[in-house]
Structure formats: structure tokens, C-alpha cells
């Protein structure tokens, strides 16, 4: 999909950010954007600010952990703009500082909420409005470099195990859709200098309403602050792996010698005599 000029496309989490970023580098490319947040007031604010670089960008309130909210999205974005034909399914929420053990019940519901239901409610209802006209498409999805490994010492399991499940709903869909004219691209950053480090004070009411864990919060911050990309490099990657269909796109530093280093594991583990292949 080279063309993205006079397409429409949706971004959840557009209120700041990576989905911020990407909202901005489509707008620059000439698409019509939907801009969904479940922050009403701040993705409004945002859409005000992108109106001097494209007049048909609209803002709209989404919970991506609900699937009627997503669907009362698309059909704004419908209503407004006809087709759409790019989603960015990108909403997400940290989870770090704490031992697996520790982690409470709500805390899981919340990062699976967000991070896979979020990506799941979006493959459900935007690859089906994309396949409907039969023109060109794309589906974007945020995963991470957490979606490839777990770095010691790091105490986010919960939210790399979300990102795993992010890069293989990607890998799953492209399959599905090859040989079709909607593309795939699943979006891999490093530390991105974002707010997701405060994502649980947006905790929606149904889901136990805002928390935040002041300490943990600071050490992320702090983390993406002094190693985060700017988030419109990551908008503008976007934007490339649209146009050039490209799947795996990574973007910032990548911890690519701890990655690698899994895959070794993994490949000398097939060479054991207990495994045959077919």
C-alpha cells in the first residue's frame, strides 16, 4: 500500500505518544485521521492541534477493552470519512516493577485488557470494514522489543507476555491475509520518551478505575525520559512500513544481542535428539 494519500485510517491511543506520532505522520502523508483515546478531552486537544496539517482529522472516545466502544468508533469514522482503509491498533499500558507472583488479578485483567483484547477487538471489526470496499489496506500493530524477550531484572513479564501476544496475533493475521491487498506491519520500539508510564491512571471504572504505583511509575519515566525516540520517528516508521509493506518494524534501540541470544537457545534446543522435525 503505497499510497497513502486520501486514505482514511484509524489510531487508538492517539492522544499522545506513539499514537500520537503515528496520527501525526499520517496526517503529514495526506490521510484522513480518526484519532481514538479514551482520554475524551486530550485526544480532542490533540486532534485541534493536527488541524493546521490536514482539515479531515476527527477525535473520538474509545475503551479498547470494550468491544461495543470499538465498534461505535468505527462507525463514526465511517460516518464521517466513508471507507476505512489504515488501523492502528496501538492503544497500550505498562506493567512493570513487580514479581510474577505479586502481580494481583486486576492488574493482569488490565494489561491483557488494553494490550491483547485492544488488538483483538480491532482485528474483529476493523479487518472487516478495510475488506469490504476491496480497496488497498493495512493493519498496524504495537507491540514492542519486549514482544521478543524478557531482560532480567526488569519485572515487566506481564507486560512482555502482552507484546508476545501482540507480535503473534501480527504473525497469525498476516498469514490469514496473504494474498490479499491489506498489508500487515507489526510495530516493534525500543524506549519511546511517551507518558505510558502514568497508562494506569486512565484504568477505566469497569476495570477498577485510575491506580498508580508512584515508584514504579518513576523508574519508567525516568527510563523513557533520558532513552526514549521521539514518538514521531516512530509515527514516521510507521508510515514507511505502510508504504513499503513492510512486517517487522522496529524502531529506536533494540536490545538486538539479548534477542538473538533467545533464538540461539532456541535453535540449539531443536537439535536435541528428543525432537523431530517434519
Same mark, same amino acid.
Given at each position: 500500500m503505497k499510497d497513502i494519500s486520501g486514505k482514511t485510517a484509524i489510531v487508538t491511543g492517539a492522544a499522545s505518544g506513539i499514537g500520537l506520532g503515528i496520527a501525526t505522520a499520517l496526517a503529514e502523508a495526506g490521510a484522513n485521521v480518526v !484519532?481514538?483515546?479514551? =482520554?475524551? +478531552? &486530550?485526544? /480532542? =486537544?490533540? &486532534? @485541534? +492541534?493536527? +488541524?493546521?496539517?490536514?482539515?479531515?482529522? !476527527? +477525535?473520538? /472516545?474509545? @475503551?479498547v477493552t470494550q468491544e461495543q466502544s470499538v465498534l461505535d468508533a468505527l462507525a463514526e469514522a465511517e460516518s464521517n470519512f466513508g471507507k476505512l482503509h489504515i488501523a492502528c491498533n496501538n492503544a497500550g499500558v505498562p506493567m512493570h516493577g513487580t514479581g510474577l507472583v505479586d502481580v494481583p488479578p486486576e492488574d493482569w485483567a488490565f494489561v491483557i485488557g488494553v494490550n491483547v483484547w485492544g488488538i483483538i477487538h480491532g482485528i474483529r471489526h476493523f479487518v472487516p470494514a478495510i475488506r469490504k470496499h476491496g480497496e488497498d489496506g493495512h493493519i498496524v500493530n504495537t507491540a514492542s522489543v519486549a514482544g521478543f524477550q524478557n531482560r532480567r531484572g526488569t519485572d515487566q513479564a506481564p507486560y512482555s507476555m502482552s507484546k508476545y501476544a501482540a507480535l503473534s496475533l501480527s504473525e497469525a493475521l498476516e498469514h490469514e491475509l496473504d494474498g490479499t491487498n491489506i498489508g500487515v506491519s507489526v510495530l516493534c520500539p525500543g524506549p519511546i520518551a511517551t507518558n505510558i508510564a502514568h497508562g494506569a491512571r486512565n484504568r477505566p471504572a469497569h476495570m477498577g478505575g485510575p491506580q498508580a504505583s508512584a515508584s514504579d511509575e518513576a523508574v519508567l519515566a525516568e527510563r523513557l525520559a533520558t532513552q526514549g525516540l521521539d514518538p514521531k520517528q516512530a509515527g514516521e516508521r510507521v508510515v514507511a512500513a505502510i508504504r513499503e509493506n513492510t512486517f517487522y518494524a522496529f524502531v529506536g534501540a533494540v536490545p538486538a544481542d539479548v534477542i538473538q541470544e533467545r533464538h540461539r537457545r532456541i535453535e540449539e534446543a531443536l537439535g536435541s535428539s528428543w525432537v523431530s522435525h517434519y
Open positions: !484519532m481514538a483515546d479514551i =482520554q475524551k +478531552a &486530550a485526544v /480532542e =486537544q490533540a &486532534a @485541534d +492541534a493536527l +488541524a493546521g496539517t490536514n482539515k479531515r482529522v !476527527m +477525535a473520538v /472516545e474509545i @475503551d
